[in-house]
């Protein structure tokens, strides 16, 4: 098995006396004699990585980095630290995603360089965990934050907030299993809103500047704060935390805890990789996108919490998860509120947008592999059952198998490109197979919107979603003196790699050291993963 995943002769092309085939012949074979259809540019990938990355992070996340540092000035540059280090990831997986173009993304990243049993559990935590779980809090956030600038400030959670939550996540999903299109361009313009709502905010904090400069008055009449101006951006605060008389392994728990909040914030950087075996010219697009997307999100977070700092007093930013909403309102009024509560609905919907795209491409990629279940994906399985009323109904009827061969086999290899992307009338994201994918996802996701709690799934997928970014990322270096002989379109330097690789395992063990009872359920989990992996092989 080992030997399988880091071997590439049978891949080499060197191999075929063809040169022009040779330079085609892919280091990750299809299933499938079919190739994937190109579908995505970098145009689409850059928005969709924007689309995802500025979802719900930065409009809820300043107030865990705020309370966790002394100063303004040092929650800025946790922010930008962040984001630096989400650029080094992103960077290592674009050299991987030009490398080894698949729509399995990580998975088939870690196959090759550690094998089945990493790459398996790997999936399985991906698929019924990491993924449905950021769906569940995209759809939850979504749902608070169109409702927020209607309550009243401390005001709960309404009762029908979650039951409306199962609704937009199933309204994503049937979109998704319409129309491959459709979804990319509802990317392009969630992406729109991203952008608007991140610039009526930094536009904000430039008014206050403004008026200050040419009108100001002592009380800070229009503004209502004048601590922007006023106070010391890098003097310590007073507050819970004696900042003056704390250890240095309490401040570095502190500091951890307040860059975890800003990788919160900067998640789906890897996202465009899913997307490489579908991209025209990965080699080329992916890379330029993912660069092109770090950049455009750091410079808009940074904007957006100089504007917090400026719009609300500093004692406030860390007292809600809504900054957004409450600056607003702090501001401009209700009204005002209601608006940014809207456009943030609209930025949240997008990340789920794109994070359940990017699940049904993983998904294939996995059953193909056999790393999930067969109830998760089997034709006769429990989740096709529950399905098959609600296909018939909509008139997608479910296709038995006519050819040989498992299901799992035919999932993934590309049978969507097979059967409908040749003289089929029907478009390939009508299939049953797409159906499949991606409603067990989101049963898993309404599971997890019934009984789930934000902060504690949001610390156990970050803890889950760390541990396996650093295989991947410490993949490149491996591979680089392992494999060097292997074309790669995207080589930036391996410090990135060394880099993330460093602070990765910094923050995993701040994890486990503070969060011992989490860590233990992620290692339970691994530990049944590998039982059930070995038994079915």
């Not at 570095?252 to 307040?258: E, I, K």
């Amino acid at each position: 098995m080992t030997a399988s995943a880091g071997s590439i002769e049978s891949h080499d092309p060197s191999n075929n006396n063809d040169s022009t085939a040779a330079e085609d012949t892919p280091l990750l074979p299809s299933h499938s004699a079919a190739p994937p259809v190109k579908h995505f540019s970098t145009r689409d990938s850059f928005f969709l990585l924007v689309s995802i990355q500025i979802g719900s992070g930065i409009f809820t996340s300043p107030s865990q980095v705020d309370v966790n540092t002394p100063s303004p000035a040092v929650a800025l540059l946790i922010w930008l630290a962040g984001g630096l280090l989400a650029w080094t990831g992103a960077t290592a997986f674009a050299e991987l995603g030009a490398m080894l173009p698949s729509s399995g993304g990580m998975v088939e990243y870690l196959r090759f360089c550690y094998g089945d049993l990493t790459a398996g559990l790997m999936a399985l935590s991906w698929i019924l965990l990491v993924k449905p779980t950021a769906s569940a809090i995209l759809a939850i956030l979504c749902v608070e934050s169109l409702v927020s600038g209607f309550k009243h400030t401390g005001e709960g959670n309404l009762v029908w907030e979650k039951p409306a939550a199962i609704g937009v996540l199933w309204l994503f999903t049937l979109l998704n299993c319409t129309s491959t299109r459709f979804v990319k361009r509802m990317s392009e313009v969630f992406a729109l809103f991203k952008f608007f709502t991140v610039a009526v905010i930094m536009l904000s904090g430039l008014s206050m500047i403004f008026y200050h400069v040419f009108w100001y008055d002592e009380g800070g009449k229009y503004g209502r704060t004048t601590d922007w101006y006023s106070r010391n951006w890098f003097k310590t605060r007073p507050g819970d935390t004696d900042w003056s008389s704390i250890n240095t392994w309490s401040l570095l728990g502190h500091l951890s805890a307040a860059l975890y909040g800003s990788l919160f914030a900067y998640s789906g950087w890897d996202n465009a990789n899913f997307l490489a075996a579908e991209m025209k010219d990965p080699g080329r697009s992916l890379p330029i996108s993912i660069n092109a997307a770090m950049f455009t999100v750091i410079t808009c977070f940074q904007v957006a919490n100089i504007s917090y700092y400026i719009l609300l007093p500093w004692e406030v930013v860390s007292s809600s998860d809504a900054v957004a909403v409450v600056a607003m309102r702090f501001t401009f009024g209700k009204a005002a509120s209601i608006i940014i509560g809207f456009l943030i609905a609209a930025s949240c919907a997008g990340a789920l947008n794109g994070n359940i795209i990017t699940y049904g491409r993983m998904s294939v990629a996995a059953a193909g592999r056999g790393y999930v279940p067969a109830w998760f994906y089997a034709e006769n399985g429990l989740v096709a059952r529950l399905l098959q009323p609600c296909i018939n109904v909509c008139g997608k009827p479910f296709r038995q198998a006519k050819n040989s061969g498992s299901f799992s086999e035919r999932f993934a290899g590309n049978c969507l490109a097979q059967e409908c992307h040749s003289n089929s009338p029907k478009p390939a994201t009508k299939d049953s197979h797409r159906w499949i994918a991606l409603t067990s996802g989101s049963l898993v996701a309404t599971i997890f919107v019934i009984v789930g709690n934000f902060r504690t799934l949001v610390t156990f997928m970050g803890l889950v979603d760390m541990t396996f970014f650093f295989l991947p990322v410490l993949a490149v270096i491996i591979l680089r003196y392992r494999d060097a002989a292997i074309k790669r379109p995207y080589k930036p330097s391996v410090l990135f790699s060394a880099t993330f690789c460093v602070v990765c395992a910094i923050v995993v063990a701040r994890s486990v050291v503070f969060e011992p009872f989490q860590a233990l359920i992620f290692l339970v989990l691994l530990f049944l993963g590998a039982i059930w992996y070995k038994m079915r092989a």
